[in-house]
């Protein structure tokens, strides 16, 4: 099991962009990630995935603006935001799991607002 911390969050306008890393503790090789929001008063629901191969997919509301990829090498899944809009704010979380096992980050805050 790896431990992961998020960073990258902060406040920024509409249709402004912000890119949020996660860093693994060990190895990423063969396992999937994901990138989770929680808006208050809201259920955490998947942003984007990317599975061991590279496979990706995302939520409908932020297809064409938000981009998930991997490094292996440096055991890093960032999540790359563009033309954010105020209902993308919420607190982002990492999420690492493979059969055995599932750990969570700690999560980072985006704010969208004017």
């Known amino acids: 099991q790896v431990q992961l911390v998020e960073s990258g969050g902060g406040l920024v306008q509409p249709g402004g962009s912000l890119r949020l890393s996660c860093a693994a503790s060990?190895?990423?090789?063969?396992?999937?990630v994901g990138w989770y929001r929680q808006a208050p008063g809201k259920q955490r629901e998947l942003v984007a995935a990317?599975?061991?191969?590279?496979?990706?997919n995302s939520a409908d509301s932020v297809k064409g603006r938000f981009t998930i990829s991997r490094d292996n090498g440096k055991n890093t899944v960032d999540l790359q935001m563009n033309s954010l809009k105020p209902e993308d704010t919420a607190v982002y979380y990492c999420?690492?799991?493979?059969?055995?096992?599932?750990?969570w980050g700690q999560g980072t805050q985006v704010t969208v607002s004017s």
């Open positions: 990317i599975s061991s191969g590279g496979t990706t």
């Open positions: 060990g190895s990423i090789f063969g396992i999937s």
């Open positions: 999420n690492a799991k493979d059969v055995h096992w599932s750990s």
